[in-house]
């Protein structure tokens, strides 16, 4: 499966547009919602002739209220919109701003120390890029919630007493947020091949994702980013392959906090096979542990559940499942938070299945057809030979309250099928 620039998200998601001007240094654009709802989150179309990345523009409603919009390197004008109904539509002027507003929720993305990427939210951690390469791979951590707590584990980056006295210091790999894989085969097609999944003994014994550059970091008042190149590496020092890996992180809002993922996979060097295992995520995350299945008994019995976009409920129905998206939900310190992920419609084996289990590893993994379905008669190995690119998008969802009333469905909608924008 070969993607390029003409099969991206943006193209996935292309919306129609035209702009007409309506007053000096202004344009004006409709958003049509549709025949369904759409929750508040980011939104965004492309114009032509392409606006200004480093320039910070404002929309004006029809209420005279103005929201800040910004431009990402490929060309795409970003914006938080508000909650649509359906049928509705609305008509905004956008206007370039004469200097750069002090947005209440603006996103800074910045580097503290070699190897360790802040992204703070209004002046507050939302997250933390960790790409030492010291370590097996890269991952997000901590990860703040919109109620203010850590939504993912700290084992084995912190000790944390609540993981402890409740035994739930297992699986050392599992690091917050992260992309691995347990089987990548490129000289020998027969045998188990690199584990980027586990960690090994010895360092010298150890596959890396190594973070070879910083390629970019955006701040902004409706997102920030960074752009990572990797290889991925043998314990021997043979490159795999290499891997552009770009978080999105949105401003959000009180009850919701977006990260907007992107892994493209270049094969320079070698024809590499993605083998058949359950042990792999390209988008990975392991949770609280109040908020999973298993959950806690101490000081007081804790627990959440999952649930998935075939209304499937519980691990005995959600693993190893086909599903658009999965929402994984509990208690952190008395408030209800989830984390649901969606798998872009554009992703090789859309819908993608899940390695989510009980104790809190929540993967997006479609590779694993004989593991999940136990049938020894399917292989969903798959191979993409030297010279080819793989693309694979998808949007992480923190939220507050249970997946109905965040309403993760149409959250879902509004990633896989936005609302139109049009000329007037």
Known sequence: MKMNSTTTLAAALAATWTFFPC?????????????????????????????????TYL????????????????????WWAEAMNAGQSMTCELKKAPLAPAAAKAVKVERVEDGLINVTIDGKLFTAFNCKNTEPKPYLYPVIGPTGEP????????DNPLEKNNKRQDHPHHRSIYCAHGDIRTNDFGKPGANYWHEADSADQQDREKVTRIARMVSGPVFGQIEAELEWVTAGGQRQFTEQRTYTFFCGNDNNRLIDVRNVFKFP??????????????????????MDESGVQEPERMHGRMTNANGQVGEKECWGRAAAWCDYLGPVKGR????????????????????????????????????FTRDNGQNGSHT????????????????????KSARVADHWKLYSDPPEVTGQ
């Open 59 to 78: 929309l004006t409603g029809p209420d005279g209220k103005t929201t800040p919009a910004q431009v990402d390197n490929e060309g795409r004008l970003w």
């Open 336 to 371: 209800t938070v989830g984390v649901a992920v969606f798998d872009h419609p554009t992703n090789f084996r859309h819908p993608t299945r899940w390695h989510i289990r009980g104790y809190g590893l929540y993967t997006a993994n479609p590779f694993g057809l004989r593991s």
């Open 269 to 290: 060097d070698l024809d590499a096979m993605f083998a058949d295992t359950k042990e792999g995520g390209l988008l990975s995350v392991r949770l609280a542990v109040t």
């Open 23 to 55: 007053g000096a240094g202004a344009m004006e654009l409709t958003i049509s919602a549709g025949d369904q709802p759409r929750p508040a989150g980011p939104m965004f179309f492309k114009p032509r002739p392409r606006l200004q990345e480093k320039a």
């Open 151 to 158: 939504v993912t584990r700290d084992y084995p980056m912190k």
């Open 384 to 403: 993409w030979k030297k010279g080819e690119t793989a693309e694979f998008n998808y949007r992480i969802l923190i939220h507050r309250e249970d997946t």
